[in-house]
Each structure stands twice: as C-alpha cells, then as structure tokens.
C-alpha cells in the first residue's frame, strides 16, 4: 500500500469552516488503494489560550501537567475533522499520539520521539480508513503524556513517514512554499521548485518559520520526501529531499536573515592556553546557542573575542561573561543587540570563494560594512548593522538570484 | 492506607478561581498517610460547548469521535486542578481515565465500567501524592477512549471507591445534601443526616437530580459509603449508606415529585390472555420505560390498560400504542401530558397501608384526585393532575415530615 502523509498547522483548522474545507481536500485527494495519514494540530490559538489558563492557577505551571494540559489542543482538532470527514461519506478514524503508538524519552515540553508504533495506523489503513494522528504529543514508558515542543506537529509526521515508509510527507500551512528569500522584503523572490534537506536546515535555523528544524533532520535522516504546500490552494509546493534525488542544484538557493541576534565581546583577554575553552565552556553549560565567533589578535599578547548569540539569551550571556572577563584577567565586555545576521544558503556552492566574492560585493556596493563573516558547506553569513538588513538582502537576492541563477548539474556536485 | 475519594461536578470547577478554590479545599483536609482520590468533570459549560462544535461540522457526529473529543473537558479540568494544588506546594499527579485502566464496554457515549485497575493510582499514593482523576472517561478493550454518559463522574467516583476499598466517597456539589424535599418548592423542607441507597435511588430516579442512578447501583452493589456535600461550605452533607448501616431508618424519609411524565390508556381491549404482553413488549421493543400501570375491567369483556411513560417518549408511544390498538382491536387511545407523579419515599414503611392511607388523606384534605397509584418496598406514588403536584407536595411534607417524624429502630427494620 502506497502511504501519503498529509499535515495541517493551526491556522489551516483554525475554524469549524477551515476544518470542513480541509476536509474536502483530504476527500478530494484520497486515491484507491493509497494510505492516508493526516497529522493536525490544535485549532488556532488554543494552545496559548490553555498556557494562559495555566499560568492564571499556576505562576510556574509543571511540564507534566502542562503537557497533560496541551495535548487537548490536538485531541480537539483530530475529532472534529474526523467527525467532518465522515459527513462527507468517508471511512476515517482519529488517533491520539498515545493511541498510535509514539514513544518518547520522559522529558516533558519538549520530548524526543524514540519509537513509533504502526500496528494500529496499519490495521485502520487495511480497513480502508483515513488516518488522523494528533500531532505534537507522545506517550512516554511511564504512560504519561508527553509533547514535542515548537513545531512538533512537523516532527510527528516525519517521524510517521519515516516508520510507515510513507511515499511523500505534505505539509501544508499558510504559506505555499519556501522562497529564495523573504516575499514580504524581497518582491522578486520567487519559490522554489526544490530545496535539499541541509538548505532547508538553514532556511529553518535562520528564520524562515516554514519547517521546523527537528523535523528537516529527522527527514534527512530517514530520507522523508517532504513537500512544503499551500493549505488554502491546489498549488505545487516546493519539494525537501535529498541532494542526489534532485534534478540539479543551485549555486545559491536562498537568502534569509536573522534580526533576533546579538554580538558581545570580551576585551584585551590574554593570551594563553585555554582561554577560548573557559569562555565557551561556561557559556555551553548554561544552553546558550553560541554563533558567529571571531578571535582577534591585539598586540601585547592580549585578544578580543567576539561572538553571536540569540537576542533572548543576551542578559544571561553578559551576567556569565562579566565573571568570566573577571576570572581571566580582562578588560571587560562589550555588546550590540542592534546587528543583524544576512546568509546565501546553497547546495551547490562548490567554490565558495567566488561566491563570498560575489557577496561581499553585493554589500560593498550598497555600503554595507560586514562586522563578521562565518561560513559553513552550503551557506555564507554576514553580520551586519540592523538597519542595513533589508538592504543587504534586496542587493543579495538580485546579485544572486534574478540576473544569475546558476543551476550547478548533479554530476558537478559529487 | 486510609483512603477517600473526593468527586467535584462541573459547576465546582467552572472558573479558574473556582479552581484555586477546589484545590484549596482539597489541601486542607488532607490527612498524613490518608490517600486522597479527586475526580473531577469538565470545567462548567465545557462540554455542552464541544458538543456545539461537533454538530457544527456533523449534524450526525460519530459515538466514537465524539467520546475522543469530549474526554478533552476532564483533561483540562484535572490538569489545571493539579497545577493549583502544585502551587501550594502539595505534591499531586492528574490521571486520565485511560491512564488510570478504566475499562469499559465498547458502547460510546454510555458506556459501563467491566473493570477498574489500581496499580497506577496505588504507585502515586504511596508516593504520598494527591491523585486527581479525570471522570466521565474510560477506555475499552480496543483502545479506543469511551464516555460513561450523563452523571459519568459520580460513576467514576463509586467505581473508584469500589475498587480502592475506600472508607468514603464524597460529592461534592452546588446544594449541600439530600432534602426531604425540593427547598425550592417546600419551605420547611430539610436536610436528610442519613439515607438508605434505595432511598437514595428512589430520590434520584425521580427527580432529585443530586446523584446519578448508575453511581447509587454501583454504591448499593459494593457497599461503598457516600456523603453528598456543598462544594461552597464545609458542612455536613447527607450520608448515603446501607440500611443496615444507619442508625435509624424513618418511615418517611422524602417527598419527590416528577413533572416530566405523561399518561397514555389504550381503551376498550378485548379481554384475551397475553394482551398485556402484546402492548407492553412492543414498548420494551423500543426502549421506552414504563412506569405505573393499571389495568381495569369493564363489563363486555374488555378493558382500559393504562400507564404511564417519560413525557419525552410519549410521541413514540403513542405511534406504538396506535398501532397495538389496530392490532388488538381496541376502541382507541387516549393520553394527557399534564399530569405529575408525587411520591413519598422511606426504608421504614414497614406497615405500608397506614403510610400509605396517611398519604391519601393528606391529597384529600387538599381536594386532589388520585388518578393512579403504584408502590414499591420503599415509596408510594401517586398521579395527579400537573396543577396541584406543588399543593400536594406541600400537603403531603407537612403531614409526614414535619409534624410526625418517625423514626424506626434498627431492629424493628430487619
């Protein structure tokens, strides 16, 4: 049996109407002798309508009841579009995550699936029922509820995909694909017919909120199709896979940007063994997601480190770095939250110094002064100033992706 | 371990302030090695919301759909009630119905309890934490979440009781025990201290809508000791036992009355034997429950039969009894809405002619007409016309319950 995953984010059941309308899709989409297993997540807002009711009896609600709590969101949504689904005349049934089967480890508000059962998807399947599966919840050994955290709906239906070895996963939702760059910025982005899983990790990690990260990984690991489409229209989305199964890379497929950033610096540390390992280390044991790094060298044996972290973390990352400035003997610190973080992702960057080249031009161009530059195998960041972040985008996007779109062939990339 | 199960209806839970408030009342009686059971209904008009929902997308929704979306209301309710008793810092753990093993038969949306497993609710009281368990739920053999219907919380708490060998059950409620009679209708009616399971389920089947039917069966059936109590006050409620149990049984413990009956006579039918089988097997056929009945001979060989039915099934039996009346070659049949149907009910009846003439006297003093009479071990009944049920409820309360109190020793019951 053929198996196609189809999932639906909040805003697509949002409403009773969206509900039915989505209904009528999955009917309409329904082939003969095809499996068909939808993932949905709460209605709208629920969710944060059942945070704030637990934060009205509970200051610091408990992850376990929270998850407990939550999970209703879901259990809402699978029942009343199987209840749709049946008004249209088709077989369906609506499964909890506990009931299908989705083990995770124990930690609650963001738990990790570790197995999927298929056994009860499978038997509903062979009677020819539709199958909807609540997305962002599990079960743990202890028979509690469990959910995945952000984007866990995404998670639950690759990880479905993954273990019903499902021919394509769909996940629709209020965009109808990924772009070469922001549409609300940038007016001649244009979507992507296809995207391989590590430029779809960037495109996720760097600000395009269409896929969830966890959920791309898991994908590229189990080699999930996944298709990224409109919920409110029949068009082609754009198409997640591997390198090798796509016709042809692009040079450059995209460019995102990133405004939740901040730089900090350490000054005039000296120069000694360790030193770099003390800062990072204390900075790793607090989960603090350290970015860009720079280690420039001082005369008199003294260094400046700088480095990027995420805005939210800022207030802790300065009160770890002020002690650590003391311990080490430095001059102290410095930070900026107004910087932003442009990037080129692209599977088919191959020489990548021509490309930075490219890049680097782009901005000089328009004036832009680049405060850091990382780079990784298929991407080139560059840490500008915040004003000039959409600037630096529109010049990108046309020095790349208008006048030169460069399709490097398969052969070319291995 | 000693332990209690304490049950809170929706009403007690409606707000989260309602809650806070339930949580508080919960810590406080908290007893050291006392294991402290709660189970608790959907918040308010939770329910009756969803079902709104559910019609919205399915004027026909499933069973089985509707039991996986309304199981959602005690899950919220259990969570949030959980966070509040967290947040003064008792330690406590919310279970779903599933989650406990409360299985069930496979009817949806009614169904019955076949089995109740400890062993999770024994782990977390041992562990020394309040357990707060989601009512109105089970699950049934193929895993799939059931709903016990109306009244399903007071059953999940007897059922607990049952199986937990509690010392008591408590329901808590919006009035603050089981009256003599309606305190809305009757003045000086007044609390009961004590009452007998059948007592209990004569009130309960007849109006008094303090506790489910299903819940007092299953209390009778396991012998568990139940006390009906106000949810807003710290009072003492109504102890529901066996009689052997009480101190004392009254010959006359209350005076119900029930509007929502109606009155059908299938006239003029040939006198044959199994005529009274024909009529009331097709009623039992459909389901429908009947109540008194009379049969009364006139001359010519044929007879009246006439009895009573729940005034929401008197269309369906009219058609039945249209039928019946073709087949059986009756003249016809009558019926008439506005009729109630008062009864006294009392374990002490012991010489049942003396109350029951007592009974007559006081509708008589009064100027009502008995149309029909019907008795049982513990209550005579009586149908009157709609118009006087208030007058005679009043007549018959002043006549047993407030001047002449009488109350049967124990030994002169058994």
């Given amino acids: 049996m053929e198996i196609i995953i189809k999932k639906f984010g909040g805003s697509s059941v949002g409403s009773v109407d969206r509900i039915k309308k989505v209904a009528r899709m999955i009917v309409s989409s329904k082939k003969k002798n095809q499996g068909l297993v939808v993932v949905v997540s709460a209605m709208g807002d629920t969710t944060d309508r059942l945070i704030d009711m637990a934060y009205k009896v509970n200051p610091y609600p408990d992850a376990r009841e929270l998850d407990m709590l939550l999970s209703t969101g879901e259990q809402v949504s699978i029942s009343l579009l199987a209840m749709a689904i049946l008004n249209l005349g088709n077989s369906v049934v609506s499964l909890t995550g506990p009931q299908v089967g989705i083990y995770t480890d124990k930690i609650h508000k963001r738990a990790r699936i570790v197995e999927v059962k298929t056994t009860r998807i499978m038997k509903e399947l062979h009677k020819n029922k539709i199958v909807i599966v609540a997305g962002f919840q599990g079960v743990n050994q202890n028979n509690d509820i469990t959910t ?4 866990g709906s995404d998670t639950t239906a690759v990880a479905l995909a993954a273990a019903l070895n499902a021919k394509k996963c769909e996940i629709y939702t209020d965009v109808d694909g990924v772009y070469s760059g922001d549409p609300r910025m940038i007016e001649n982005a244009y979507k992507l017919k296809e995207i391989s899983y590590d430029e779809m990790l960037e495109m996720a990690s ?8 966890r959920a791309v990984e898991l994908a590229k690991q189990y080699n999930v199709k996944l298709e990224v489409k409109s919920s409110f229209s029949d068009e082609r989305g754009t198409e997640v896979k591997g390198v090798d199964e796509m016709e042809g890379v692009l040079r450059v497929s995209g460019v995102t940007c990133d405004k939740k950033i901040a730089k ?8 000694k063994p360790g030193v770099a390992y003390k800062v990072f280390n204390n900075l790793s044991k607090a989960n603090i997601y350290v970015d860009m790094i720079i280690q420039s060298i001082r005369h008199d044996n003294v260094n400046d480190i700088s480095f990027t972290v995420p805005e939210d973390d800022l207030d802790e990352t300065i009160a770890i770095m002020e002690k650590t400035a003391d311990e080490l003997g430095a001059e ?3 930070y900026d939250k107004h910087v932003a973080k442009v990037s080129i992702i692209g599977a088919g960057m191959g020489n990548k110094s021509r490309v930075a080249m490219k890049m680097f031009q782009a901005l000089a161009e328009e004036g832009i002064n680049i405060q850091m530059i990382s780079t990784s195998e298929i991407k080139i960041s560059c840490l500008i100033d915040l004003n000039s972040a959409e600037k630096a985008m529109k010049a990108i996007h046309n020095k790349f992706l208008v006048n030169g779109i460069e399709i490097v062939k398969k052969q070319s990339v291995v």
Avoid: Q, S, W
């Fill in 148 to 151: 995945l955290g952000r984007g």
């Fill in 206 to 213: 760097l600000g395009a909120k269409v896929l969830h990260p």
């Fill in 264 to 271: 900090i610096a350490i000054l005039k540390v000296p120069d």
């Fill in 332 to 334: 102290g610190i410095v």
